[in-house]
């Protein structure tokens, strides 16, 4: 029999669990996370919600794949005109207030560093936490920018941004249903400033778990799941923006 | 994906709320799913003995509804069809045994992310409440079909159900869209990250295969469902025109322009066709499971299955234009279509081969889950024989949307389907209520239920060629169609008496669950890892062991074992093939 096993090809630090390494223990809800029996995997969890983020992405892919497709389809489509009885293509190319997005996109970019920062702040404490639990050893203090934050307030000038343009875009007449293209910039845009505020959300619950002194392993599972989603959405903003400026 | 606890890490919940309602349980959730589908299928059923009767009788006052009019009629016919593609045939087999028994059987505790799988449950239970609630509103429930086609679907002055049904119809379907990408995440992730000690991908039973192919077909379908209903939203009610053209409606132009009603018709079977998969899959796993425990010999071509699953999976998302063969699409296009579809017929066909090969020479006893397994077999080959015939675009124009089409897919997609959930149901029942069903019971409802089936499905395919068509409330008046009312009589008869014996198994069911002979833990001496657990089985499964799997899932008749299987748990030492 050959085996197909993708995910045991990660090394797991922290299984302890005589190498059945797939299971996770059932957890006595106490404990500080780290040493002993019955206290949660940490490593495990990780990878697991990596992989769930993983494939939870696609599906988010595939909605966009699904409005790329319509995008594309009715922008080839000719349309009836009623008063000549011609078929005539009624694609109307939108003008984008580019100048603004481009800012809109330095601003997301700029964020998806931070979060990166984010990340690894988190990391690198967790990394650090067991030495630093050892009575009377001291790392001295660590620079601890709020790198989240920072992700935060660049999310919310993004969003901010997204929506002084859409002022823009009304401002020049395109409305929701003004014609199918500008449909189009609308839909698409909502739709990714959607999924970016569900990622702001998850951010904010990191904020709240650091306040309820959660175990800074299970935050950092958030954080980092968090941080790929946030770069995952910088990307699929850089392709929805080229989308609607060069296939306009 | 929010929270920080995501991994199981609950102990036995006390309190009857967390315990029975939100429960994070992938036991309880998948029960709570089974419920909710069988709800739903007595629902969906009802409305079909509705349009059964409304074909023969008319003009019958029927109680509780009236006499039936044109738009009652088809709004019971999208209901009936949402109702039975949505929340039956997707829900049960995957979402409902799937929770139950896929970490079972791979060993797991519980499903990878419980909070998760506990709100993909709600929010099938919300969509589905949604749904029922367009037969309260106003107009009553939507005319467009369970396809939804535009621009009908897409216009609130285009019928009396059109209105706020529609749009509580399409919300449904994109609520369940969301449920139903959180579950195959789930799925998915499980499979893949929490398989137990030696359970390799390669021994993995064939339902956990196929519970896994239908997830990956899920999370790839839903979401192009998802965004074409947000489309459609969008066109109902901001005044948007992707699917609408320059439609005139009762003299009044409408405000839309240069739409395509094609185009939903491409992103909804895109999604459409997969979903057929979707729904047939989980019961392919059931019986291979079941005829190989019941024909006491592995499962013929063990590998070949998997990958005739694999390849049913792939193609299944490269045929969707084979519904449109009568929109006008270049031949050329249509040509490849029919050429991908007929080529489903290679996979089907190995899978059909090997489920008679496992059953040849096999020592088989007849219990009640054999039965439904041999009928989906059945009713696997008698639906599917008609696909080919509806893949070729010479056929297909003059068959489409005629009663030929409701004969194939309702053997195939729903009945054989079914059937593979009935057959789950009797084979599971033991594990999961830790009594046996009655089994005379069992086969009282098997036979009159595949007797019943072929009598109902079987004649359609003779009148859709006679020319009867699908969407008519009403064709008793119709000159030619006259020849045809004993064979519809007939069927409705058919369904009348097929109806009456569910609730039998409704009855089975229910009896059994608290009068029942007590079960075993392993009652049909299957080989799979959810029988070597107590019945039912604790709150973690496996009652704090971890399983070590050391052999393959259908061990049967090994030579020179000292049993006539060898369960996936038994020490290595175990003489196998």
Redesign the interface.
């Known amino acids: 029999m050959t085996t197909l096993t993708p995910t045991r090809t990660i090394k797991d630090p922290k299984t302890g669990q005589g190498g059945s390494g797939v299971h996770p223990p059932i957890s006595d809800g106490g404990g500080d996370g780290r040493g002993g029996n019955g206290s949660p995997d940490y490593g495990q969890r990780l990878r697991r919600t990596r992989l769930g983020l993983l494939i939870g992405l696609m599906s988010v892919t595939m909605l966009f794949v699904g409005f790329t497709s319509a995008y594309i389809v009715r922008r080839g489509l000719p349309t009836l005109d009623e008063r000549t009885s011609t078929y005539v293509r009624d694609w109307i190319p939108v003008n984008l207030p580019v100048a603004l997005l481009l800012v809109n996109t330095g601003l997301l970019l700029v964020s998806s560093i931070t979060m990166e920062l984010a990340r690894r702040q988190i990391t690198r404490q967790v990394a650090l936490a067991p030495v630093q639990s050892i009575p009377g050893v001291s790392l001295g203090e660590e620079r601890s920018f709020p790198w989240l934050g920072a992700t935060v307030a660049l999310g919310l000038g993004f969003l901010t941004g997204q929506w002084m343009a859409w002022r823009e875009l009304a401002n020049r007449g395109f409305y929701l249903a003004t014609s199918a293209s500008s449909s189009f910039v609308y839909l698409l845009t909502a739709a990714h400033a959607v999924h970016l505020a569900g990622g702001m959300v998850v951010l904010l619950y990191a904020a709240i778990t650091s306040l309820l002194r959660k175990p800074v392993e299970a935050r950092r599972i958030v954080v980092d799941i968090a941080a790929w989603y946030w770069h995952f959405m910088a990307l699929l903003w850089i392709y929805i923006f080229a989308l609607l400026e060069f296939a306009r | ?11 036995a919940p006390q309190g009857f709320i967390r315990k029975y309602v939100f429960s994070l349980d992938h036991k309880v959730i998948g029960l709570q799913y089974y419920f909710l589908a069988l709800i739903a299928v007595f629902v969906g059923m009802a409305l079909s003995l509705l349009m059964r009767i409304h074909m023969i009788w008319p003009t019958a006052v029927l109680p509780l509804v009236g006499e039936i009019k044109p738009e009652t009629y088809l709004s019971l016919l999208t209901m009936h069809g949402t109702i039975m593609v949505f929340f039956v045939l997707t829900t049960a087999p995957q979402s409902g045994f799937g929770n139950y028994f896929l970490p079972i059987q791979i060993g ?2 519980d499903m ?2 419980p909070v ?1 799988n506990m709100l993909s449950y709600w929010t099938t239970f919300v969509a589905f409440v949604i749904l029922i609630a367009a037969f309260f509103v106003p107009g009553g429930a939507p005319l467009h079909g369970w396809t939804g086609y535009a621009p009908l679907s897409a216009l609130p002055t285009a019928g009396p159900g059109q209105q706020l049904g529609a749009d509580l119809w399409i919300t449904s379907i994109a609520i369940f869209c969301i449920a139903s ?1 959180m579950g ?3 799925f ?2 499980t499979t ?6 030696g359970m ?4 993995m039973p064939l339902t956990c295969w196929a519970w896994f192919i239908t997830a990956i077909l899920g ?10 209903g ?2 459609l939203l ?1 066109d109902r009610n ?5 699917y609408v ?2 439609v005139v409606v009762n003299g009044q132009v409408m ?1 839309h ?4 009603p094609l ?1 939903w018709q ?2 909804f079977w ?1 999604f459409g066709h997969p979903e057929v998969y979707i729904a047939i899959l989980p019961s392919m796993g059931v019986t291979s499971q079941l005829l190989s425990t019941f024909s006491r010999k592995p499962i013929f071509g063990y590998r070949a299955m998997v990958y005739a699953l694999m390849a049913i999976g792939l193609l299944g998302f490269m045929v969707w234009g084979h519904h449109m063969f009568m929109s006008g699409m270049s031949p050329y296009s249509a040509f490849a279509f029919s050429i991908m579809t007929m080529a489903i017929g290679v996979p089907s066909a190995i899978k059909t081969f090997n489920w008679l090969g496992t059953l040849r020479k096999g020592r088989v006893r007849f219990h009640t889950p054999m039965l439904f397994a041999i009928g989906f077999v059945s009713l696997f080959v008698s639906g599917g024989l008609s696909g080919p015939f509806l893949a070729q675009p010479v056929l297909d124009i003059p068959l489409h949307d005629t009663a030929f089409v409701v004969g194939h897919f309702h053997l195939i997609m729903g009945v054989a389907s079914i059937f593979g959930i009935f057959g789950a149901t009797y084979y599971w029942f033991p594990k999961m209520f830790g009594r046996m069903m009655n089994e005379t019971l069992g086969k009282i409802h098997f036979f009159v239920t595949l007797v019943g089936t072929y009598s109902i499905f079987m004649p359609m395919h003779y009148l859709g060629m006679a020319g009867q068509t699908r969407r008519y409330s009403q064709f008793t008046e119709v000159a030619y169609m006259q020849r045809l009312i004993p064979l519809n009589t007939f069927i409705t008869f058919a369904a009348f008496i097929t109806i009456a014996v569910q609730f039998v198994f409704l009855f089975n069911l229910f009896w059994s669950m608290f009068k029942g002979p007590k079960a075993s833990d392993n009652p049909w001496e299957a080989t799979t890892v959810e029988w070597t657990t107590t019945t039912p089985p604790p709150h ?1 499964n496996f009652g ?1 062991k ?1 399983p ?1 799997v050391n052999h ?1 899932p259908y061990e049967y008749s090994v030579p020179g074992a000292p049993r006539d299987y060898i369960m996936q748990t038994d020490p290595a030492t175990v003489k196998a093939h």
């Open positions: 994906m929010a929270t920080g606890e995501i991994i199981h890490a609950h102990a797991a505790p990878a992310f998760l990408l195959a995440l789930n998915i992730t893949l990250d929490l398989r137990a000690k390799t991908m390669m021994r999370l790839l379908a839903f979401g192009v469902l998802l965004s074409a947000i489309l969008l901001l005044g948007t025109s992707f053209p320059l405000g322009k240069g739409g395509s185009l491409h992103l895109f973690d704090g971890t070590v393959g």
